[in-house]
């Protein structure tokens, strides 16, 4: 069970970062007429995310396990953003503000 929340988890927070550095894009700036979040506000909170992601995986699961956890959410998050991106591109703050807070939840759980 710890394991489905820690990869779901690890999805939503993935999917965070991911919709973070899609943000931070000169395309993203100049087809939304408002700036969500400062640049430098989400490259603070997508790479460190990303950063302390790798370490609890790694750390909870193991190196073989947990990095085979982690790209499998990577690869989840990452097809989730860039459709996102892709055809819908004012939904990625909505994706950003409700994966985040979710995600964190999910992993507090799971690590208990």
């Known amino acids: 069970m710890n394991s489905q929340l820690l990869t779901l988890a690890y999805s939503l927070l993935l999917a965070a ?6 943000m931070q894009s ?3 700036q100049r087809q939304q007429q408002q700036n969500w979040l400062p640049v430098k506000l989400l490259k603070l909170s997508a790479w460190p995310l ?3 992601l790798a370490i609890l995986a ?4 193991g190196w073989g396990f947990g990095l085979v956890t982690l790209f499998a959410a990577a690869s989840l998050a990452a097809v ?4 996102t991106f892709t055809y819908k591109p004012g939904k990625l703050p909505l994706l950003y503000s409700l994966s985040l807070p979710t995600g964190s939840i999910f992993l507090a759980l799971g690590l208990l």
């Open 26 to 28: 000169l395309r993203f």
């Open 50 to 52: 990303l950063l302390c």
């Open 80 to 83: 989730t953003v860039v459709a």
């Open 58 to 61: 790694i750390g909870k699961l």
């Open 17 to 22: 970062a991911f919709a973070a550095i899609c």
